[in-house]
């Protein structure tokens, strides 16, 4: 007995550091290199489903993150019939395909977040989505009215720093009141960075589990700055909460896209070599299918990148 109490202690620390959920939303692999995520929207799906053979790379993912809420509205991304053309249709049978695979299941939405009053309702439709669709974790991603403070997101002014904190955390508050043993993640959209820039410090961080932060960008400069930056302010939010994870959100680009792009795919390879994070996100969005299984003239596709990305491959680099 007296060598189990020491075990249990040690037990309940572990718990206590990470909030109780013990990190358990992504499939560690043994290989090294980053854990892969993919984040996709129901067209996406569509789109996967329709490539035929985009979703055999399904073992290669880390987790999913699936698109499951829109602001106040959780319901039309409920589970339909099996064929459906609707959108839950399309997220039932991805999730189970994914589930079956290995893959653990997560979730984003897009939220608006004008009021704190109304953050909170987005953050309560949120969790509640979130728990029927038993998803490990769950990402607010911000859209540009949370910028604003208003649904027109067009034209100045702003809204203030105080503002974008209390609406945002009126949402986490919300979603853990309604699901406390999910993971909530945050998501700032792309542009725009120096007004939400100044929100994210530390200890505010700190009250999340973990940031999600798109680093598209068509300059390859500006891909490696935003990578560099926020890599480094996720280092010091893991000093106050142990559990935080950073996942820096990488755009797949598409079959057509313009050779502004270019390179985009590959860039991962040289970023993860000099300055290796934990994990690496893939929006998808719409493009699942092209992007997973096909790659475009600029880049090679998904399934092979992120065996090289691990170091079980390697990419001739032109």
């Known amino acids: 007995m007296r060598f189990l109490i020491p075990i249990l202690l040690g037990v309940f620390v572990l718990l206590a550091a990470t909030g109780g959920k013990a990190r358990s939303w992504f499939r560690r692999r043994s290989s090294k290199g980053p854990q892969v995520v993919a984040w996709i929207t129901p067209s996406g799906i569509k789109s996967a489903y329709k490539a035929g053979n985009a979703l055999q790379t399904l073992p290669l993912w880390s987790a999913t993150s699936v698109k499951i809420t829109d602001g106040k509205q959780g319901s039309g ?44 309702v987005e953050g309560a439709r949120a969790a509640e989505s979130a728990l029927f669709h038993n998803v490990k974790a769950y990402s607010c991603n911000c859209e540009r009215q949370w910028l604003k403070g208003r649904m027109d997101s067009k034209g100045k002014p702003h809204a203030s720093t105080g503002h974008l904190r209390a609406t945002a955390m ?34 505010w961080l700190a009250q999340w589990d973990g940031l999600e932060r798109m680093v598209f960008a068509t300059s390859p400069n500006t891909r490696r700055k935003r990578w560099t930056a926020t890599r480094e302010l996720a280092a010091k939010v893991r000093k106050i909460n142990p559990s935080f994870s950073y996942v820096p959100l990488w755009a ?15 860039q991962t390879l040289g970023l993860e070599s000099q300055e290796p994070t934990e994990f690496l996100g893939v929006y998808f969005g ?33």
Do not use: C
């Open 77 to 120: 991304y409920r589970d339909k019939p099996n064929g459906s053309q609707s959108n839950g249709g399309w997220i039932d049978d991805y999730m189970q395909e994914a589930r079956a695979a290995g893959v653990p299941v997560s979730g984003h939405g897009f939220h608006y977040l004008i009021t704190p009053e109304s953050s909170a």
């Open 170 to 203: 009126a949402f986490n508050k919300a979603f853990r009141s309604v699901a406390p043993n999910i993971r909530i993640h945050i998501t700032p959209m792309m542009n725009n960075r120096h007004i939400w820039l100044p929100v994210l410090t530390p200890e």
């Open 286 to 318: 719409n493009l699942g299918g092209t992007m997973w299984a096909t790659g475009n003239q600029y880049g090679p596709p998904w399934s092979k990148l992120i065996p090289a990305l691990q170091g079980r491959t390697t990419i001739k680099v032109v």
């Open 252 to 266: 797949t680009g598409s079959v057509e896209q313009s050779t502004s792009y270019a390179g985009a795919q590959l």
